[in-house]
């Protein structure tokens, strides 16, 4: 969706833009006149409130701008006690950036801060709380942790929120407070709020990603939140879900008939999942969804239609990666939809269509008149939508093909070269995945060679070879003509893609090959071409040479004895006497046919040889002198053959995203490719594979959460729907009813699972759940001050656990 | 696992740095971060990776009204999410500080931005990014006097034109956050306002492909719904839309559409055209959508033309006019556009249009739905690198713009010439010197060429033109395949009408429900307005 700045400015197109240039630089730029420090420091020690304000306005400026603003240190923070509020925000911006290089000085504001924790007003404790934990002071670590617990219970919440939020923190601060905010996370994860829960997600992510256990009685209650959450929790949840789904639903296919419904029930029965199985009654080959994972597929649909680019990107993964086809399908036409933000999305989103067209090009493909390059847009841009016109081009109908091939017709004759090179090869893949329009497509690329660009020609030769390689049988009068450009073509790598596919037709039709007139020809203008050029005459010649040998093999048989001999004598000592022992083996090949008048091929093949040997390139004397000892023997060339007449492997020349494919949907990885390394850049995982079946944890852990499935069982609606029901709540609000505390009901359960998980401190945890039952069941009775109690227990025991 | 934000980076119109906000970690600093960005080449993307830095840096990049905001994170981020928070960035500021967001707008409220910054983003996982939910616990004390100071233009439309005691109700109501359940998280507690409005903006952006032979490939309307409500209270709004076919339809005109969170889906589903919301206050984006003006497209070929699009512009674009082949010509057709009917305005309660000129209601003035004008009718033509100069520019209307040697050559025709009717604008390119000597140096090259045209299956144009001439036939024909690549290959034209939709999408109706809502005083009928505007930025580009 659009932003609403851009849709703003489209809508007041005439805006005096010079006019608030010029206004402001009067006015602005005297306010900013620079002070000194002591008249800053002045007003921060001011007791006018006013005048503290515009001295940490002065201080804030100078920290956005980079000015060293550290010598106020003392200065500022003795404001943190101010009631302005305003006041207080501006100093707990500034302790933020600064606490960490004044760590005493720092730790002088904790305590007012954590009487901050108690104010009335819940926007302060939110804020002290956020403050406290944002400190970068290790040493404070186990007071941020305790004023997390007392966030949990808050009231508010935006305290709440701001707690979940303060765990990864506390967590950076000091790792070795994680069982502590393990606990914390347990109950946040449960809370009522969805905005709570959705940053209890995204502290989740960060401190404990693998600790999946945690999650099983919250994952339904997760799930039916997911959709009220704000986008940035969506997005965490669904990055979380996604790995979590792979690690808790088998995949199961499954073959069902009627007929033999009882066997599979059997069989299906030790996989613990009866209720699947009452659901299915026929097809053929379905993709088993586990109930809970299509909860979780059927409530994230609605997201689909998000204003925000990433949450769409992020259901799409969690399609491809979790859902079956249908699923798929349904998020391609809102991928599509990313096509009209503004351009850094839909530069990013194509990267992500390319990467599903690569595994689905066939749903692409009624979407195909929106991947039609524009003249306005941007390489990276054009460049995946070239990519994507050829991956759905083999699913298209005939209207539609020709449609792209004029297309990319349109680009190839265009003036930017990138462009039109990226064209041809587009060009080239086209062909390639669809024999029936390959005549086309060579008609199109065989424009192009004769094109005054050198690079382009080149490009649209190798494009041609590939295609001819493909299907060789059918080629042999393109390669005539391309024999004939030879005349025109100037680019020594597109006259090297000639001659080599010259040489590779030199076998057909016997004597009536072209091959050894085109190289008769070459050879006059031998010294003025360049050397990859001269590499393929080469090769050229001794394949001519090779064939003239072999057909004059069959006929005279005789002829084999006499030099084969000195052939094989020489041919092991070669390798051993350097130069001497070119001019041996010469000798002995030229003077077997003498006696014959020579054959213009072999005449052919040694006046090569003597050009060869003169060149200035050490590479091409090697070559030449590998072919010349290959050939050296005329009635043995089996070793030749093989070596030069091998049928050549047909190349295939992969889409370019083809090397990402490794990479999950929506991550930066997947945009930065190769470059990343092979893993991908720093942070990133693969989705783990699927869990065997057997494997997966047992999904009655999650049916654990009885108690508050039932509380919102129909509630999948978005937040507006909410509106009538919050109204009562502001109006009949208790502070009991807001309490958070969404996972009252099961706290046995899930402490059983931590202890178990966290053997390894086996007394605290022990300890903590006997503590937390009785917590429990004091809440139970609905007692705000037990809690408050328990609460406070906790807190000592931890302290002297320490 | 998850990637956390962890600076922001703002530089003015000069790459000078003039805010840097850092979230976490140990990123680049500001001017350490401009020149690696600064050496990729242009068009740079908006994500680029710095393999080179320590520690490697992912850079995401965007460009808002001459302000460069860089983005860094150094290890595995969704790229989207961080642009999308990039825009959020900048759509909040220009609520705050003001549109548009200009340097000096920043630095003169640092308080406030910082304040804003912090909130949006907590230690690098981004918090709350609503402008309502912000205003609720953002301190502003200034912020009347900026914006009477910065965008309180006379005639300036948009939530800039609220009364100003609005805004006053606005900052009163900072600090008594509702201590319970928020209701909802886009719209802000105790909203007052003492003249309740309703305004409705459709906007539409062509993108319209055309062939040579002027048969349309492609023609979109990306349609967005911009909504501005100032309605004290909790109001309960219900719009209705419909499309040219009826109501039934909208589903298949209006194709893959985006909403606001606040929008009830399930609503929409059962009621497809029907949007019911609570609004968040001031002005955001309600939905999005895209009309596709082909829909017969995949029905088969040819039928279609330019002409059924109903565009109120038509090019057309010839190349390789002239003996030599030098010239091209770019054709305009100006059609009349008839507007989207009154039927709609006539349900809303009329305005006093002095207030917002261009919306949609009574009275005859330009631009409204009654009688839709053109404005800013602008034709790019992009052209080769070679060209070195146009020698020769006709145009039988507007004037043009070209610096030798440039890359696009524009067109402009001033909106009152731009009445219905056709233009022209014929050019002759000027290629780069060659020496004729050097050319001819090469000749049997060429002429190999022309035997290789030959005896294959291709006949270039400039072969067929080259026919009819007798004298200097080669020559000519030389140099026609030397223009030839001097000649432009496409056009684009750009405009703007208002009150007209290129989908014919009309808003039928805004309700306030009565029932559902809370806190409207009874009796109390809002301002509604409606404003329709089509824009083509370069969006209809015709292939030559």
Redesign the interface.
């Known amino acids: 969706?659009?932003?609403?700045?851009r849709?703003?400015?489209?809508?007041?197109?005439a805006?005096?833009?010079t006019?608030?240039?010029a206004?402001?630089?009067r006015?602005?730029?005297s306010?900013?006149k620079t002070m000194s420090t002591a008249q800053i420091k002045k007003l921060l020690d001011s007791r006018n409130d006013r005048e503290v304000?515009e001295g940490?306005?002065r201080v804030?400026?100078m920290?956005?701008?980079?000015q060293p603003c550290l010598p106020f240190f003392s200065s500022v923070v003795k404001n943190v006690a101010s009631p302005n509020?305003?006041i207080k925000?501006?100093v707990?911006?500034y302790l933020?950036?600064h606490a960490e290089a004044e760590p005493d000085l720092a730790l002088l504001s904790i305590n007012t801060i954590q009487k901050s924790l108690s104010d009335s007003?819940?926007?302060v404790r939110a804020l002290a709380l956020?403050t406290m934990?944002?400190i970068r002071v290790p040493v404070i670590s186990q007071i941020v942790s305790l004023a997390i617990k007392k966030g949990l219970g808050d009231?508010?919440?935006?305290v709440r929120?701001a707690a979940a939020?303060a765990i990864?923190?506390c967590y950076r601060l000091d790792p070795g407070t994680l069982p502590q905010l393990l606990e914390y996370l347990g109950t946040l994860l449960g809370d009522k709020?969805y905005?709570v829960a959705g940053?209890a997600v995204?502290a989740f992510?960060?401190i404990c990603?693998e600790r999946l256990d945690l999650l099983h009685k919250h994952y339904r209650g997760l799930v039916k939140k997911l959709v009220d959450m704000?986008?940035?929790s969506q997005?965490?949840t669904l990055?979380l879900m996604t790995v979590y789904s792979r690690k808790c639903f088998p995949k199961r296919t499954r073959r069902v008939r009627k007929s033999r419904r009882d066997g599979t029930e059997g069989f299906y029965r030790d996989d613990d999942d009866e209720q699947e199985e009452e659901e299915e009654e026929t097809g053929e080959v379905v993709e088993v969804l586990d109930p809970d994972l299509e909860l979780l597929l059927k409530s994230i649909k609605?997201l689909l239609?998000?204003?925000?680019?990433?949450v769409?990107?992020?259901v799409a993964r969690c399609y491809v990666n979790l859902g079956t086809q249908e699923y798929v399908n349904s998020s391609i036409?809102?991928l599509?939809?990313l096509l009209?933000g503004?351009?850094?999305?839909q530069?990013?989103?194509l990267y992500n269509i390319v990467s599903v067209c690569l595994t689905r090009p066939e749903a692409f493909v009624?979407y195909a008149?929106?991947f039609?390059v524009?003249?306005?847009d941007?390489?990276?841009v054009w460049e995946l939508k070239l990519e994507l016109l050829t991956l759905i081009f083999p699913h298209c109908d005939a209207?539609?093909r020709s449609?792209i091939l004029?297309?990319l017709e349109?680009f190839s004759?265009?003036?930017d070269k990138e462009l039109v090179r990226e064209a041809v090869r587009a060009i080239g893949r086209c062909a390639q995945s669809d024999s029936r329009t390959s005549a086309r497509c060579l008609?199109l690329l065989?424009?192009q060679i004769?094109s005054?660009d050198g690079n382009l020609a080149a490009e649209s030769l190798t494009v041609i070879r590939h295609l001819i390689q493909q299907d060789p049988a059918s080629h042999t009068n393109t390669v005539i003509?391309l024999a004939?450009?030879l005349?025109?073509a100037?680019n020594p790598r597109a006259r090297a893609s000639i001659i080599w596919l010259v040489g590779e037709f030199s076998g057909i039709d016997g004597e009536n090959n072209i091959a050894p007139d085109v190289l008769r020809i070459l050879a006059k203008g031998f010294a003025d071409e360049a050397e990859p050029a001269k590499l393929q005459i080469i090769l050229l010649a001794a394949k001519v040479y090779l064939h003239h040998l072999n057909r004059s093999d069959i006929q005279p048989e005789v002829q084999k004895s006499t030099p084969e001999s000195p052939g094989y004598d020489d041919l092991p000592s070669m390798g051993n006497e350097g130069f001497r022992d070119l001019d041996n083996p010469l000798d002995t090949t030229y003077q077997a046919p003498e006696p014959e008048p020579e054959h213009p091929i072999i005449t052919l093949w040694n006046y090569i040889l003597i050009l060869a040997r003169y060149d200035t390139s050490y590479d091409l004397r090697d070559r030449t002198r590998l072919y010349k000892a290959l050939l050296a023997v005329p009635s043995s060339t089996q070793l030749a053959s093989l070596m030069l007449l091998a049928p050549k492997p047909v190349p295939h020349t992969p889409s370019p995203s083809e090397s990402r494919t490794g990479f999950t949907l929506?991550?930066?990885?997947l945009?930065?490719g190769e470059?990343?390394g092979v893993n991908?850049?720093?942070?990133?995982?693969k989705l783990p594979n699927w869990v065997k079946p057997g494997y997966e944890p047992n999904p009655s852990l999650r049916d654990a959460d009885v108690g508050t499935v039932d509380y919102d069982k129909t509630r999948i609606?978005?937040?507006?729907?909410?509106?009538?029901s919050?109204?009562r709540?502001?109006r009949t609000?208790s502070p009991s009813k807001?309490n958070g505390f969404g996972a009252a009901g099961l706290g046995k359960e899930k402490k059983l699972e931590d202890w178990l998980a966290e053997s390894e401190a086996e007394e605290e945890s022990g300890e903590e759940s006997s503590e937390e039952d009785a917590e429990e069941s004091e809440e139970e009775e609905s007692s705000e001050e037990a809690e408050e109690e328990s609460d406070d227990d906790d807190n000592e025991r931890d302290s002297l656990v320490k | 696992m998850s990637g956390a934000v962890e600076a922001l980076h703002i530089y003015d119109e000069h790459n000078r740095p003039i805010l840097s906000h850092i979230y976490t970690g140990r990123p680049l600093s500001a001017p350490q971060l401009l020149p690696l960005y600064m050496s990729h080449a242009q068009p740079r993307p908006s994500f680029i990776y710095l393999p080179n830095t320590s520690p490697p840096t992912l850079v995401f990049s965007l460009i808002h009204s001459n302000l460069l905001f860089l983005l860094t994170s150094s290890s595995e981020i969704e790229p989207l999410l961080a642009l999308e928070f990039l825009h959020r960035i900048i759509d909040v500021l220009e609520e705050f500080v003001g549109s548009p967001l200009l340097a000096h707008k920043v630095e003169s409220s640092y308080d406030v931005v910082a304040q804003l910054l912090n909130e949006m983003c907590d230690a690098g996982a981004v918090s709350t990014t609503e402008p309502n939910a912000l205003r609720d616990v953002v301190e502003v004390e200034g912020w009347l006097n900026k914006l009477l100071g910065g965008i309180n233009i006379p005639g300036k439309t948009g939530f800039a034109s609220a009364p100003s005691s609005s805004n006053m109700s606005a900052i009163s109501s900072t600090g008594s956050l509702a201590a319970n359940t928020p209701a909802l998280p886009w719209r802000r507690a105790n909203v007052r306002h003492t003249s309740n409005e309703l305004y409705v903006d459709i906007v539409e952006t062509l993108s319209v492909t055309l062939a040579p032979s002027g048969r349309p490939l492609a023609a979109f309307a990306n349609g967005t719904i911009a909504f501005t409500s100032k309605i004290s209270g909790v109001p309960d709004l219900l719009l209705n839309i419909s499309s040219p076919s009826g109501k039934q339809n909208i589903n298949s005109v209006m194709q893959l559409p985006v909403f606001h969170p606040c929008v009830r889906l399930a609503r929409w589903k059962e009621k497809p055209g029907e949007m019911s919301f609570v609004p968040p206050d001031g002005r955001f984006i309600l939905a999005g959508y895209e009309v596709d003006l082909l829909p017969f497209q995949n029905g088969h070929v040819g039928s279609t033309n330019a002409s059924n699009l109903k565009l109120p512009v038509q090019v057309e674009v010839k190349t390789g006019l002239g003996p030599t082949g030098s010239d091209f010509e770019v054709r305009l057709f100006i059609t009349k556009v008839s507007g989207q009917g009154n039927s709609s305005s006539s349900a809303l309660s009329s305005r006093s249009s002095n207030q917002l000129g261009g919306r949609g209601g009574f009275g005859a003035q330009p631009g409204t739905s009654s009688t839709p004008t053109l404005e800013d009718l602008v034709v790019t033509i992009p052209l080769p690198t070679d060209v070195r100069n146009l020698s020769e520019m006709r145009a039988s209307r507007g004037d043009t713009t070209y610096n030798p040697g440039g890359e696009n050559l524009e067109w402009h025709i001033p909106a009152k010439e731009a009445v219905t009717g056709g233009a022209t604008l014929r050019c002759t390119v000027a290629g780069p010197l060659v020496d004729d000597e050097d050319f001819e140096s090469n000749g049997f090259r060429l002429d190999g060429r022309y035997d290789y045209d030959e005896d294959t299956y291709q006949s270039t144009p400039a072969e067929s033109e080259k026919e009819p001439l007798k004298v200097d036939e080669t020559s000519n024909a030389r140099k026609v395949a030397q223009n030839k690549i001097l000649m432009p290959s496409s056009a684009a034209v750009s405009f703007s009408v208002k009150g007209w939709l290129a989908s014919g999408i009309k808003v039928e109706s805004v309700v306030i429900d009565t029932k559902k809502s809370r806190g409207i005083g009874e009796g109390v009928k809002p301002y509604k307005g409606v404003k329709y505007l089509t824009i083509s930025r370069g969006g209809i580009e015709a292939r030559c």
């Open positions: 969706m659009e932003s609403v700045s849709i703003s400015s489209l809508l007041e197109s805006r005096e833009l006019l608030d240039a206004q402001s630089a006015s602005s730029r306010s900013l304000l940490l306005r804030i400026s920290m956005y701008r980079s509020i305003e925000k501006l707990y911006i933020l950036s007003n819940a926007q956020k934990s944002g009231m508010s919440p935006y929120k939020l990864p923190k709020q905005f940053a995204v992510l960060e990603p704000d986008e940035w997005l965490a990055r609605p239609q998000s204003r925000n680019s990433a769409v990107v992020a036409g809102p599509i939809a009209r503004p351009q850094d999305v530069h990013i989103a009624k008149s929106h039609l524009r003249a306005t941007p390489s990276q209207y539609l449609i004029n297309e349109h004759g265009g003036s008609r065989l424009k004769t005054l003509r004939k450009n005349d025109t100037t929506g991550s930066a990885s945009v930065v470059e990343g991908g850049l720093r942070g990133f995982e609606v978005p937040a507006g729907e909410r509106l009538d919050a109204v709540d502001t609000a807001t």
